[in-house]
């Protein structure tokens, strides 16, 4: 049995507690965490280093965080099967981020597209963070040895560095880290916003409409779905140029499981507005089981703290046996 587990590939990921959770999000990688939680080895985090990259006001972050981690375990995560904790509650992530900052050259980070974008959105706050926030990243996956890595297409580049990184570092010395490939979902990897689909849905849409949270309430999803941008064809197919279209028929796909085919049938001869609102009912009717969880587990600040606290535990042991390897390989002298 002990064996078995140990032959099982390692999974890695974490999200940003920066804010409420979004379908996007949802669609786009927790759903698949916790699909993969038997078949893998699973070790989940939230990113909260990284998340102050832009400037939080403390209590808000301090309550995002632990709704974060409730609402995570509403989605499904099993803290008994994946150690799942607050990235900030292990410092090998600070350490071994700042060690791949000395292996991370300028020129990659410079190319980095979500860097690109997010110093243009806060100009007033181009930190050192920001720029380095992949090596951080890449720390985050090197730490446990993923094989692999789910997420949505977003961070597509970011894992590029971070096997580049560890391709790099292997080379240098010996092989040291497993280089981690992405698991990226074949529907849902991009869900785009509801007002402008040609955009990817986000926490910091400035249209309040633009945006589903996993805990909105059912009247607003609806009233998302229904003010969702779609074309004037009134034809529910799934073909280029039709984005609001295709965004909203991949999100129907991920919650009901139905392929586009089938939803092409079921919506011919009808107009957007039914589609628009069967949407709507398929996303509530999804969420309403992890709403009713996540008001049970927020209740619980014991449990919840129990959790994260086992979660650092079992995530730390794994971490300092990576971290001290790299150190030994590089040179550093130990503490004896
Ligand atoms: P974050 O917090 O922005 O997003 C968490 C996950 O949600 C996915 N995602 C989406 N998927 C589909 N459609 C969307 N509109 C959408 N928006 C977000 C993201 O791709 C991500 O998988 N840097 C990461 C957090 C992180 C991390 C890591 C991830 C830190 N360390 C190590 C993996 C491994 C981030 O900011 O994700």
């Not at 786009?28 to 280093?49: M, T």
């Not at 009808?270 to 609102?277: A, P, V």
Request: proline share 4%; glycine share 6%.
């Amino acid at each position: 049995m002990e064996n078995a587990e140990q032959q099982k590939k390692v999974i890695f990921s974490a999200i940003q507690p920066s804010g409420s959770i979004t379908l996007g999000n949802y669609l786009g990688a927790l759903r698949n965490w916790v699909s993969l939680q038997d078949e893998y080895r699973c070790i989940f985090a939230l990113a909260d280093l990284h998340t102050i990259t832009v400037r939080q006001e403390p209590a808000k972050f301090r309550k995002n965080t632990l709704e974060a981690y409730a609402l995570l375990l509403a989605c499904g995560i099993d803290p008994e099967k994946s150690p799942f904790f607050i990235q900030s509650h292990v410092s090998a992530h600070a350490e071994l981020g700042w060690i791949l900052d000395c292996y991370t050259q300028f020129g990659e980070l410079s190319r980095m597209t979500q860097f690109k974008d997010k110093s243009a959105k806060h100009a007033d706050n181009v930190n050192a963070g920001l720029f380095t926030y992949p090596s951080l990243m890449a720390a985050d996956i090197l730490l446990y040895q993923a094989d692999l890595v789910p997420v949505g297409v977003d961070q597509k580049q970011h894992l590029e560095l971070a096997r580049n990184i560890a391709d790099r570092f292997n080379g240098l010395y010996s092989p040291t880290f497993t280089v981690p490939d992405p698991y990226i979902p074949k529907t849902g990897a991009k869900i785009m916003s509801l007002q402008d689909p040609t955009k990817k849905m986000s926490k910091s849409d400035e249209n309040i409409n633009g945006c589903v949270y996993v805990l909105d309430t059912p009247d607003d999803i609806m009233r998302k779905f229904r003010r969702a941008v779609t074309d004037s064809q009134a034809c529910v197919r799934y073909e280029e140029g039709k984005d609001g279209v295709n965004n909203l028929m991949g999100i129907y796909s991920c919650v009901t499981g139905k392929d586009f085919a089938s939803i092409e049938a079921e919506f011919q001869g009808k107009g957007y507005g039914d589609f628009k609102t069967a949407v709507g009912e398929a996303v509530i009717q999804h969420l309403q089981p992890v709403q009713e969880r996540f008001r049970q587990y927020i209740a619980d600040k014991a449990y919840l703290e129990k959790c994260y606290r086992e979660g650092a535990e079992k995530a730390e042991a794994i971490a300092r046996r990576t971290l001290s390897k790299v150190m030994r390989k590089i040179g550093f002298v130990p503490r004896g």
